[in-house]
Structures are given as structure tokens and as C-alpha cells.
């Protein structure tokens, strides 16, 4: 469905106006909808301060359970390459359920095999070195 301007109004080819969607600013709406919120879904309230917390504890207390799991599995070294269409990235940032590494490229470290298979997935590239 097309649409033609007529004065202020948005006239749409099949004769229907709509002024909403001719004097929407944010360029966010698409043709034939308006932009609305679902009031369901929109909070009223900021979070309160102790559920923060609460939220920052839980995280905090899965990543050191992921660091002590990670800790049990075999340490592999291992070689990140340079990226050679972004040379000046020399970390790659890695995580694990709350539990991150950040490795520099070109320099070999050891990891847990986890991790290095993240890596591999990810297309990194980590080459085993002795």
C-alpha cells in the first residue's frame, strides 16, 4: 500500500487518512502502524536498590561456581593469532556464565579446554603450542 502526502495528513491510495502517522518525529513507524507501548510491559517504577543487589550477588556467586568448574577441567596452551583485518585489536574478550578472560592476541596462555573450544567456535582461531 502506498502512501501520498496531502498537506499535514497522510493520505494512504486507498483514500483512509491517518495524522498519526505524518507527524510521528522519531522515524520509527512503519506504514500503516502507529507506535504504541504495550502498558504491560512497561515498568512504572525504577528497580529497587536492594533488587540491584540481589541481581549483582546472584551474578557475582555463578561466576565464581563457573571459575571453580572451569578450574577442574585440563589447561590447554594456546596462541591467539593478530586479526589481520583489525590489527589493532589485540585482546579478545571471552565469557563463560559471568566468568571473563581477556586474552592477548599473539601471546601464549594457558586456558581451560572450555574455553579454548568457545574460541574455536567463534572463529578465533587458537593454535595449541608447546
Aim: avoid cysteine; charged fraction near 30%.
Amino acid at each position: 500500500m502506498g502512501k501520498k502526502k496531502s498537506g499535514e495528513d497522510l493520505v494512504l491510495e486507498d483514500g483512509y487518512e491517518n495524522e498519526d502517522l505524518d507527524r510521528s518525529s522519531s522515524g520509527d513507524v512503519v506504514e500503516g502502524m502507529t507506535q504504541e507501548r504495550d502498558p504491560d510491559t512497561v515498568m512504572t517504577e525504577d528497580v529497587p536498590k536492594n533488587m540491584e543487589k540481589s541481581i549483582e550477588k546472584q551474578v557475582t556467586q555463578m561466576g565464581k561456581q563457573t571459575a571453580e568448574k572451569l578450574r577442574q577441567y585440563p589447561q590447554e596452551k594456546v596462541l591467539i593469532p593478530v586479526d589481520k583485518l583489525n590489527k589493532h585489536i589485540q585482546d579478545v574478550v571471552v565469557g563463560i556464565n559471568g566468568w571473563n578472560f581477556q586474552i592477548q592476541r599473539n601471546v601464549p596462555v594457558e586456558l581451560p579446554s572450555p574455553v579454548v573450544d568457545l574460541l574455536e567456535r567463534a572463529g578465533y582461531a587458537p593454535t595449541r603450542v608447546r
